[in-house]
């Protein structure tokens, strides 16, 4: 890669490694407490009754771009790396992104989008609590794999003692394919509704990227890869690719955003109708 490629840093804003989720500091105990309760509260009904609520989008219309700027009004509190508004995050993983990959203008798009699910957690669209929209992803239906952070906190989930819900495979066939896999609610299977619903032109490796960046166990650790089907396991390379990007450029290196700005509002309307319902 040329020397004006993207560096990928050793260690976080705060001076851990990133991803560090037993390194002790105030921060980390917010982090924690988030899954317990996200650990304790995510079960497969109350992902049905997310998606069938959310999937009306009913609560607002409104640009790619006003959200963006939305998003900002967001604190993540699953997050040990950042502490910057998240227009940053978006910028900065987009940016990031478009210095390896300069022709590839949909992985610059998808990483500009990845995260604005987050709005879930403003009263606008519902104000659902932190475990609900931010923090690492997994199957529901089928056993919580020790492959997810901190995983000892499944044991108060009421699906945990469901003998349909806690077997290696539960409820899905091996090979099933992810898409026919209930994921825990929040921003990622949020956005990639919101993408597809309103008829997105991007490939379906970008839906891919939105809807499992969070999905760790299985991009990171190689958990649950029994439940996918040859289509996702294409679909994840972009995925480990698009992840680099999602998790080391996070900095305090802020993007000159009125710079940008034109750029990514021509990708905007190149891949998205000027108006989203959501
Ligand atoms: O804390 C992070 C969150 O900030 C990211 O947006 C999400 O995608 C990650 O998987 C999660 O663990
Ligand atoms: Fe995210
Ligand atoms: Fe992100």
Redesign the pocket.
Known sequence: MSHNGFMAPHINTFGHSFRNYDAESERQKGVEEFYRLQHTHQTYDFVKKMREVYGKLDKCEMGIWECCELLNQVV?E???D?DEPQIEHLLQSAEAIRKDYPNEDWLHLTALIH?LG?ILNLPQFGGLPQWAV????FPLGCAFDEANIHHKYFKDNPDYNNPFYNTKNGIYTERCGLDNVVMSWG??DYMYLVAKENGTTLPQAALFVIRY??F?PLHKEGAYAHLMNEEDAENLKWLKIFNKY?LYSKSKVRVDIEKVKPYYLSLIEKYFPAKLRW
């Open positions: 993540d699953s997050d040990p950042l995260d987050k931010v923090g690492d992803t921003h990622d960046h969070s760790y999602d």
